[in-house]
């Protein structure tokens, strides 16, 4: 069984900065695609960022130069930084897992809140 626990939101003012942090148990996270999603109140839950297997990134243009995704899989934690915050970057922020390359299924953590305000 596969469990994603997200850390590191919190509130903070625009143009801070805020580290994100998944923690992944079970499946075979060094042959996992990772991602963070995140959802605003009444919006659709959208991409953020991914990193693949071997290291490459992908970022929603919304946050690109700002935002940097990377993985630990040594500890099967993935991060995002995310520095420049803006109050359209508030939501909930979600870890996803991609365990196709093992065979698993796609799975997601809790969310953990990321609040801009002065």
């Known amino acids: 069984q596969v469990q994603l626990v997200e850390s590191g939101g919190g509130l903070v003012q625009p143009g801070g900065s805020l580290r994100l942090s998944c923690s992944a148990s079970g499946g075979v996270f060094s042959y996992s695609t990772m991602a963070w999603y995140r959802q605003a109140p009444g919006k659709s839950r959208v991409l953020v960022a991914t990193?693949?297997?071997?290291?490459?990134?992908n970022y929603a243009d919304s946050v690109k130069g700002r935002f940097t995704i990377s993985r630990d899989n040594a500890k099967n934690t993935v991060y995002l930084q995310m520095n420049s915050l803006k109050p359209e970057d508030a939501a909930t922020y979600y870890c996803?897992?991609?365990?196709?390359?093992?065979?698993?299924?796609?799975?997601w953590g809790q969310g953990t809140q990321v609040t801009i305000s002065s």
């Open positions: 996803n897992l991609d365990g196709s390359g093992w065979r698993g299924g796609l799975y």
């Open positions: 990193i693949s297997t071997g290291g490459s990134t």
